[in-house]
Every structure is written in C-alpha cells, then in structure tokens.
C-alpha cells in the first residue's frame, strides 16, 4: 500500500512517518515537506514542496491513502488568515488532489473541539475542514480528535506545556476523555486507519487515544 504523509515534521506527524516505514502493510511512503526531511529510506520519497504552489501534475500523488498531520497554531502562524490557510486550505488541496488521483482513505489528525459553528476559531478552522473533506467523496474518512497530545515537541509551546504538567498530574482522577493523548497513540490510530480503511466516515475520539 502507498501513503501519502503530509506533516511529517511535526510531533505527530514524525511518529506516523516511522510507524509506517515500520509496517509491513506499507509498501511506500510518499511525504511532501517543505524542507528535506533528515531520514533516508528506500520505501520513503520526500518531495519538497511550497504548499502554496502544489506540484499538481507530479505522479506521486497518486497513493492509496492520505494522512494528514499538518497543522499550526494562531501563535505559531502568525494570524488568523496564515492559521486557516494552513490548517484549511492546505490539507483541503491535499485530499482534493488525491483523491483526484485515486486515493480512497483519508485520515485527519484534527482536534478535540473541532465544530464549524464554534465561537473559538481554531475549532471552528478545524470543524469547517472536517466539514469539507467530508463532501469530497472518500471511500473511507477518519477524523482523529486528540484533547492535549503528548510528547516533546521541536518548538516551545507554553500554554501546551503547562497544560500538559496539570493534566499529567491529574490524569490518574480525570474522565479518560480530559487526560493526556500520547502521540504515538494518536499516530497508531492514523496509521492503522489508512492501513485497514473502513468504509464511510468514522471518528477517533480523545478518550479512545488514552
């Protein structure tokens, strides 16, 4: 089977990419990044690409499947237009694209909050782009909602950071939906969702990825 793996840089991301070079199921990994990613391997082919100006007619987006681990923060992004044009746009073209070209799963590392009509916009920027990846026809369509994700990231996120310190204290006494989500289990879930695609549209919840 071949995968399509887009934010493979990121804390999530990074563990879909060596959970799938790992798994005999696998057979190609195709991740498109915008700068070389430091990892050699036969199965692994790493286009480096601008998102803005997506190489449309390249071969390697024809895949079985997608997973898509992109995503920011409006900190990180640096606006509100730069967040949703990362966090919507982007993979939005990603599952256009490849589906275009035949690809018949898609697996989405979303957010817990994730509601078009919300009044917080990140979780309104991730409910609208589960609400337009769901009208693009996928055979099969995951959409993993993660709570807090677990794990040390290259940059700094405070807020993260501290929130993590509180729940990892708690999370003994905490519902299973509000405790920490490992990201090696997020990244099994992604994994295991475009490796076994289930027809029709499926949801992994935060308390699933305990």
């Not at 071949?2 to 790992?22: I, R």
């Not at 430091?38 to 190489?55: E, I, K, S, T, Y």
């Not at 071969?59 to 237009?81: F, M, P």
């Not at 070209?101 to 989405?108: I, N």
């Amino acid at each position: 089977m071949k995968v399509m793996l887009v934010g493979a840089t990121g804390l999530v991301g990074g563990q879909v990419l060596q959970q799938l070079l790992d798994d005999a199921r696998c057979d190609a990994v195709v991740a498109p990044t915008r700068r070389p990613l430091d990892l050699a391997n036969p199965a692994l082919l790493n286009p480096v690409v601008d998102f803005d100006r997506l190489p449309m007619n390249a071969d390697w987006w024809a895949v079985d499947a997608v997973i898509c681990a992109l995503g920011s923060t409006i900190k990180q992004a640096g606006s509100r237009e730069t967040f949703a044009r990362i966090d919507h746009d982007y993979p939005l073209r990603v599952a256009e694209q490849a589906r275009a070209r035949g690809a018949h799963a898609f697996v989405l590392n979303s957010a817990k909050g994730a509601d078009a009509g919300s009044r917080i916009f990140y979780n309104q920027v991730k409910g609208r782009l589960e609400q337009d990846l769901r009208t693009l026809g996928y055979p099969s369509l995951t959409l993993v909602r993660p709570g807090l994700i677990g794990g040390e990231r290259k940059e700094r996120r405070t807020g993260e950071h501290l929130a993590s310190l509180v729940l990892g204290t708690l999370g003994p006494i905490l519902p299973r939906a509000w405790r920490i989500n490992p990201a090696e289990r997020i990244a099994a879930a992604m994994v295991e969702a475009a490796l076994a695609p289930r027809p029709g549209v499926h949801v992994i919840t935060s308390a699933e990825l305990v």
